[in-house]
């Protein structure tokens, strides 16, 4: 979908130990101020939909930029599942999170910015929003869309806890967004879950929607359910305008 007044551009920004990370960055025209959200993409990596995803975000007020965690190894090859799989838990949490730590620092240092960020993420990248969360301090809401393995899961040298484990550290208000037919994460794991974060007295707000799956946002693949879709969107949108809109200072 085509935007008026933005302006989008692939740029990087240094990571984990200073490594320079691939990312897509999309921001208003005009000198804003403007908020900044991070868009972590699902498994596949900065793809096209992710892209098109930053600028929709772009278009609502707001400075987005898509890491490519995969930068230092390459994306995997979305039409090879053989291949994805070992990529993504190839990709160790330290690593991942260490990275979107400095799209942080990238988002409050442009010049446009209010001061303020907030964290979108996809699949596995809806584990990686939460783990994100619960590891740092400096994001002002967080939005996990049926992050996957965050509540079950084989816990490795690369992936140590599960985000679950990590919930009494949550910074931020978060928003989870999950379907009922999903099967990583189920139902009853988004109960254990919404447990976990009503005993450590977080704020939050969960949406299941009946008749839904993994990836039901994603309007290019056949999981995509539009009713469900656009409401999501409202959603994410009233929550990130609630927490994100007021200037720094």
């Not at 967004?177 to 969960?206: C, Q």
């Amino acid at each position: 979908m085509p935007y008026e007044g933005l302006i989008a551009e692939t740029v990087t920004y240094p990571g984990m130990n200073g490594d320079r990370i691939d990312a897509y960055l999309a921001r208003p025209l005009g000198p804003g101020p403007y908020p900044g959200v991070i868009v972590i993409p699902e498994v596949f990596g900065l793809v096209t939909h992710i892209k098109e995803v930053t600028r929709r975000i772009a278009a609502r007020g707001y400075a987005a930029i898509a890491p490519e965690l995969y930068t230092r190894v390459g994306p995997p090859d979305p039409t090879d599942m053989t291949s994805v799989g070992p990529k993504m838990m190839a990709l160790a949490d330290a690593q991942a999170v260490a990275d979107l730590e400095g799209a942080i620092t990238f988002l409050k240092d442009l010049p446009q910015s209010n001061g303020r960020a907030g964290a979108i993420g996809f699949c596995s990248g809806g584990r990686h929003t939460l783990l994100l969360a619960c590891q740092s301090t400096r994001l002002d809401a967080a939005v996990d869309c049926w992050g996957g393995r965050t509540v079950e899961g084989e816990v490795t040298e690369l992936r140590p806890v599960l985000p679950i484990d990590l919930i009494e550290h949550l910074c931020c208000p978060l928003l989870g967004i999950f379907g009922e037919e999903d099967t990583n994460p189920t139902v009853e794991h988004v109960e254990r879950l919404r447990a976990r974060l009503t005993g450590h007295k977080k704020e939050f707000e969960f949406k299941v929607y009946p008749n839904a799956g993994h990836a039901f946002f994603a309007d290019y693949r056949p999981s995509y359910r539009q009713e469900a879709a656009v409401d999501a969107w409202m959603r994410v949108f009233d929550f990130f305008d609630k927490h994100l809109a007021a200037a720094a200072g």
